[in-house]
């Protein structure tokens, strides 16, 4: 039997195999080590997470896992290449895109064909069963101007 290295307790098998020290709150506040995370940019829909051991480590530094969205493993180097010169043109450079520093400068989002009334009915309406042609005759809306407010909502997690 493997013994606690803080109070020499004795471990249960199950705990020994992975952990040296026991469940007393002394030994794990002594021994206990938060575990290091990593994102690794597999492809644009997610990024997958690993354990930073030795392990990941050397796959890392191996390529194993490249990021599609870059055309490097890895963070790119800093080369001259991507450095404006004189020499270059402006029209080789890629245009950057300007974001707005305060919240006023955004353009309005667009206005909704619908008022907050008639989403609130039409979404009552949906709830109670009603398909959406019968909830746009009762509102006086197109079926299709119904079905989007019932699929924005669902959207926006509002159903």
Known sequence: MQKCVT??????????????????????EKNARGLTMVAVGVNKAAEQ???????????????KYHDQRRGSFGTSPASTANLPDASK?????????????????RRPAPRKPWSVKQQRLALLYNEQGLR???????????TYLVTQIILTSRNRGKL
């Open 7 to 28: 109070c020499g307790i004795e471990l249960h098998p199950e705990r020994a195999a992975k952990y040296n020290y026991c469940m007393s709150p002394q030994c794990q």
């Open 49 to 63: 997470y690993l354990l930073l051991d030795d392990q990941t480590k050397a796959d890392l530094a191996g390529g």
């Open 89 to 105: 043109s402006t029209a080789s450079q890629p245009r950057r895109r300007r974001v707005p520093a305060h919240r006023s400068e």
């Open 132 to 142: 959406p042609d019968e909830i746009a005759a009762r509102l006086g809306l197109s």
